[in-house]
Every structure is written in C-alpha cells, then in structure tokens.
C-alpha cells in the first residue's frame, strides 16, 4: 500500500484530502505545518508528499527545496497543494523541485489522477 503525506494547515481541506485518498486505499500520514511535514518525511520516507505552499511558518516551495537537497529524501515525489493558479506560478512550484501540482479548490478526480500518476510504476511494501 503507497504511504501519501499530506502537509496541510487547514482543516477542511486536510480532510478533504485523507478521506479521497483514504478511499483510494492509500495511507495516510498528516502535518500541519512544514517542520513537522519534514521530520515525517525524513522518519517514515512516504511514497509521496502533497505540500500545501502556503503554511505557518516555513512554507512549503522552503520545505521541498529541504527535502530535494537531502540526499535521504530526494527521490520522494512531491506535488503541490496551492491555491496560486497565476501565470508564473507553476514554473515557480517547479523550480523549489515539486514534480507536479493540484490547483485548490480540489477537484476530486484531477486529485487522485494526478496521485496515481506520480505513484505509478512503484513498488510499495508491506512494512514501512
């Protein structure tokens, strides 16, 4: 079973979220903000990270250059969570080193297309 993190700070849409996902049959792990989004990448090395770009704190284009530049935790796919739909903003997501993004609100089949695309062709175990 693929182990998905979802690094979101707002309720409604951490929900959201866990209960497609949970639905789909994947896993799920939870943070509300960044720093405790790269302490559960970097402890459970999930088979993928969906990072909301605007969070308390650090926000998440900060968090996903950590996470690429770590040699422990660069080959984890992340897709962006955002709200910024404007012209630029996709080259920007891309460039701090996401692989993909997911415009919010959202849509639930474009959701989980865009998961089972970046998970495709993984194997999982059993066993974190």
């Known amino acids: 079973m693929a182990r998905v993190l979802v690094v979101e ?25 960044a720093e405790t989004g ?15 770009i605007q969070l308390p704190g650090m926000d ?12 422990a ?16 903003d996709e080259e920007n997501i891309r460039a701090a080193g996401c692989d993909g993004y997911i415009a919010k609100p959202i849509r639930y089949k474009k959701f989980l297309a865009e998961v089972e695309t970046h998970l495709a062709g993984k194997s999982f175990s059993e066993n974190p």
């Open 9 to 33: 700070d707002n309720p409604a849409n951490m929900k959201l979220a866990v209960l497609l996902l949970e639905k789909a049959g994947y896993a799920v792990l939870q943070a509300k903000e």
């Open 38 to 52: 790269l302490a559960l990448a970097r402890a459970e090395h999930p088979d993928l990270i969906l990072m909301d």
């Open 60 to 71: 998440g284009l900060t968090a996903t250059r950590l996470l690429k530049n770590d040699a």
């Open 73 to 88: 935790t660069a080959a984890i796919k992340i897709i962006a969570l955002t709200a910024f739909a404007m012209k630029g």
